[in-house]
């Protein structure tokens, strides 16, 4: 047997915070080695020990057996080490080509070429069926695209061991499929995996070994043959963990909280991405919104929290049109969001969790008083209170929201807004980086807002979770509703058809 990658002993502490705790781990040649567990266990801090990001404070690292200390990610490269990070680092403006030989271009110093190094991007990308063109600029690229050229990128370096980390959160499930495959074909040219993943299903598809770790600490490794998705469960959250259908509300006659009638929003006056959209969300209620990414969910949200303006149609909440309101002034009233992308639209990341947890309130009482002090008691005491209800993991409420891991960033969002007290929550692909623990607690969490009288109105790409979650399903195909159903009554093969444009009894 030989190892890629042994890691022994490896500890490392942050200011409060022990993320990695006396790991050790032996990774085979060719496998695809996965890293599970909680949100904030460790895992990214590990892989970016691995890449040379971070230095551990203990122990040590062997790479194909000899004993390694990373400087910098230079020196991983050097040992044949590409790593695909949570958030791309390519740079939009430029062509594919372009980014990947960014730093190392071929050629003599003064005259690169180019021609040879866009031939030899084309032959990666058909050896590993990753489909892109090297001409193609960035910035038109789809994020599964990018992530390919992430892939290509260090392909080009002759990475031996490759490092994901947690690349199927952003991928719809159609796209997991096809990354699933990318990542077998990988192995089977000889290449060594390591891969950190939330969603089961595809854990149980590919890996070889699974290593599960717990608040810093290694809890065992499985061979994938060897275990099932509940003894992962049970070894990642310490518990078992129900994410089947949910009790239903009784269905009675309640009124609508919001209610969009015609709504339609054209883009470049030609592409309609809203077509005539009615809809109507119950109080009580967790309304989802079913459909394959790109048919008009965003511009959905959009138009419901005021980003954008319909062409025509009318938004009622709690019966007054609300299309004139601006963002704000529609917050206030009672509209919370869980936005799809949270670095992006739900935190400061400099700011501190406590400060991010009143972010939108924290002109309001109680956080402040009169508009000008701001009562620092409060918003401490609230981020304590909401820190122990949701389960954020960090060292303490003042570090800044950045320096959490992914999912903790999430919670923080979700806990925010739901601790609102809204009459309409919007969450959008609210479990996206959860652990399946959190994930559980997050579905709840709608739930509960659903039992206050509150309408939920639900995002996901998950068939799974809106199957589970949902009272009643919409379903979105190329900017209009095709159908509305009971969740009860329909099935997840029924709802893959429709939201491929057909009505539930075609
Ligand atoms: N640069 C940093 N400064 C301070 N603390 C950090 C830093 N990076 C990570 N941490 C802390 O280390 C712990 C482990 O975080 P890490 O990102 O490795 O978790 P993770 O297992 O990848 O979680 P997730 O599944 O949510 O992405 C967390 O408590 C996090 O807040």
Redesign the pocket.
Known sequence: MKYSIQLKDIT?R????V??DHITIDVEQGEIHTLA????????????IIYGL?QPDEGQIFINEQPVHFQSSKDSIAHKIGMVH?HFMLIPKLTVAENIVVGQEPGSRLKVDRAGAEKRIRELSEKYGLKIDPHAKVADLSVTEQQRVEILKILYREAEILIF??PTAVLTPQEIDEFCDILLGLKASGKTILF?S?KMAEVMKISDHITV?RR?KVIGTVRKDETNVDELTRMMVGRDVNLSRRERKEFTDQPNLLELKNVSYTVNKTVKKLDGINLQLKAGEVLGIAGVDGNGQEELVQAICGQITPDSGEILFKGDNIVKKGIRARKDSGIALVPEDRHRDGLVLQYSVADNLVLGMHYQEPYAHGHTWMDYKAIHKNAETLQDDFDI???NVD?PA?????????KIVIAREASRNPDVLIAVQPTR???IGAMEFVQKTLLEQRDKGKGVLLFSLELDEILSVSDRIAVIFKGRIVDVVDAEGVTRQELGRMMLGSHKDV
């Open positions: 490392k942050f200011p409060g915070i993320a990695n567990g909680e949100n904030g266990a460790g895992k990214s801090t590990l892989m970016n971070y949570q980390d947690e950190i939330h770790i810093g993991r960090c060292a570090v950045g320096t959490l891991s992914g999912g903790n960033q999430q980086g959860l652990d």
